[in-house]
């Protein structure tokens, strides 16, 4: 196979969306194709009994999964699950098709490990998608529906775009994720509410068995975190996924005025705020971390802090399509070196 350091130089000169819609073409490819894909599936995905759970009735062959973003469309499922993804999230969809924010919409900032996006849940529209995912599901591996409103859908009205959405996906998936937490929807941030929350999980409660997970933004207070995510469990989410971008734009040198941050400068603060949350959360709802994790140490800290599972996206994008073996084969590493057999037994390991 090609090295990534030695193509990435290339890939990089290219515009960050471009990129992402090159990278994007290479995986539909993956998705017609058995040879030689087959083969790479065979080497990145790993699978041991150490990384195996069971979770919202799935099993997870192993823990690390793609964050929402990426496979927007749900056209890209098998391809992710060849670069070695126990699990992906497909999304932001939104009811209505939309075309998201004007380009240039995306950005790098190399020295730093981080993009900066502003894409504004640009998607092919609930109906088109879910045309796709009747095709595929139920899939080899658990695949989370990650769902906002549309750009034009008033605040107030915010809880019909999500309960439409829950209606379509109803059974084509294995969680939902409500994702009030994008900085790139004008309001959206705001439905982080109790009274939008209380509403929301009671009407999503009643039309979907599937489980619930709200996404939670990394700008807020820990306490606010706190309080926000502990009501959320006790009107009915089933988990809870921290972090989304950040708009703290004094983490790199030359920021864009648009857009959330990911990567490596959203680490400590990402974990700070999923840090908070497990302290009063773990043991009593699924958790799920996802932020500036780049290596097997950097999840191994997050699980033993309380996640059962976590999320990459932006560090792909900088450490190449190895990445996900790599955390994988290190988490085996790092679960038998404490003296585990399973994962299970290293999910919050510092909690206790």
């Known amino acids: 196979m090609i090295n990534y350091e030695t193509i990435k130089p290339w890939l990089f000169k290219l515009e960050p969306e471009n990129a992402h819609l090159l990278a994007e073409s290479a995986l539909r490819v993956a998705n017609l194709c058995q040879i030689p894909f087959n083969s790479f599936l065979e080497s990145h995905f790993v699978t041991d009994n150490a990384l195996r759970q069971k979770l919202f009735k799935r099993e997870f062959l192993n823990p690390v999964g793609l964050g929402a973003g990426f496979d927007k469309n749900a056209t890209v499922l098998r391809g992710i699950q060849i670069l070695g993804f126990g699990f992906s999230e497909i999304g932001t969809i939104t009811p209505l098709a939309q075309a998201g924010n004007p380009k240039p919409r995306m950005f790098r900032h190399i020295q730093e490990k981080?993009?900066?996006?502003?894409?504004?849940?640009?998607?092919?529209?609930?109906?088109?998608?879910?045309?796709?995912?009747?095709?595929?599901?139920?899939?080899?591996?658990?695949?989370?529906?990650?769902?906002?409103?549309?750009?034009?859908?008033?605040?107030?009205?915010?809880?019909s775009d999500y309960t439409k959405l829950i209606k379509t996906f109803n059974g084509l998936g294995d969680y939902f994720v409500i994702n009030i937490s994008s900085p790139n929807t004008p309001g959206l941030r705001d439905l982080q509410n109790e009274e939008f929350i209380t509403e929301l999980f009671k009407e999503a409660k009643a039309l979907t068995d599937m489980p619930i997970l709200l996404k939670i933004a990394p700008d807020m207070t820990k306490e606010d975190a706190v309080a926000l995510t502990k009501m959320a469990v006790e009107k009915g989410a089933d988990g809870i996924i921290a972090t989304n971008t950040t708009i703290d734009y004094s983490l790199v040198e030359n920021p864009k005025d648009i857009g959330g941050l990911s990567g490596a400068v959203l680490k400590e603060k990402s974990f700070e705020i999923f840090e908070a949350i497990a302290k009063e959360l773990y043991s009593k709802t699924i958790l799920i971390s996802v932020g500036g994790i780049d290596s097997a140490e950097e999840a191994y800290r997050r699980i033993k802090a309380g996640a059962s599972l976590v999320q990459v996206y932006t560090s792909l994008i900088f450490s190449g399509p190895d990445l996900v073996m790599n955390i994988n084969k290190g988490l085996i590493e790092l679960i038998k070196a404490d003296g585990y057999t399973n994962i299970t037994e290293a999910i919050g390991a510092d909690r206790t």
Do not use: H, S, W
Request: proline share 4%; no cysteine.
């Open 114 to 159: 981080t993009l900066q996006n502003a894409m504004g849940f640009n998607n092919d529209g609930a109906l088109k998608i879910q045309k796709r995912l009747k095709k595929v599901y139920p899939f080899t591996t658990p695949i989370g529906i990650n769902i906002g409103k549309n750009k034009i859908t008033a605040e107030k009205d915010a809880i």
